[in-house]
């Protein structure tokens, strides 16, 4: 694999817009330079690709398949069905930040949200 030469002439200029002291450290530090040794998205995608299964991974006897079933027992219209599902993810699921892992990018299985 050939070498890649990157030669950055840093300037630095005031922001336009003044960062607040409380925001996230990543709009804290603008002098910041990530690499990586990946050549393209592509690649990128390919590793993270194994993170997302295809097969469906919804527990069978679950409590979500029954949540699942509720709703497909109320109604067969497909738009109400999306609208019920919606709802059912606004009012009973919360996301938690778990920084354990593959850097919080290794998704979850929906039983376990």
Do not use: H
Not at 39 to 55: F, G, H, I, Q, R
Request: proline share 7%; with cysteine; aromatic share 10%.
């Amino acid at each position: 694999m050939p070498w890649t030469t990157v030669s950055l002439d840093y300037r630095p200029k005031e922001p336009k817009v003044k960062i607040p002291k409380n925001a996230p450290q990543r709009f804290q530090n603008r002098n910041y330079y990530e690499v990586s040794s990946f050549t393209s998205w592509k690649d990128v995608s390919c590793v993270n690709a194994a993170l997302y299964p295809l097969e469906d991974r919804i527990d069978l006897g679950g409590d979500l398949e029954a949540q699942i079933e509720a709703i497909a027992d109320q109604t067969s219209d497909e738009g109400e069905r999306m609208v019920q599902a919606v709802r059912l993810v606004q009012d009973k699921i919360r996301y938690l930040y778990n920084g354990m892992g593959f850097g919080n990018y290794t998704p979850q299985t929906p039983e376990e949200t």
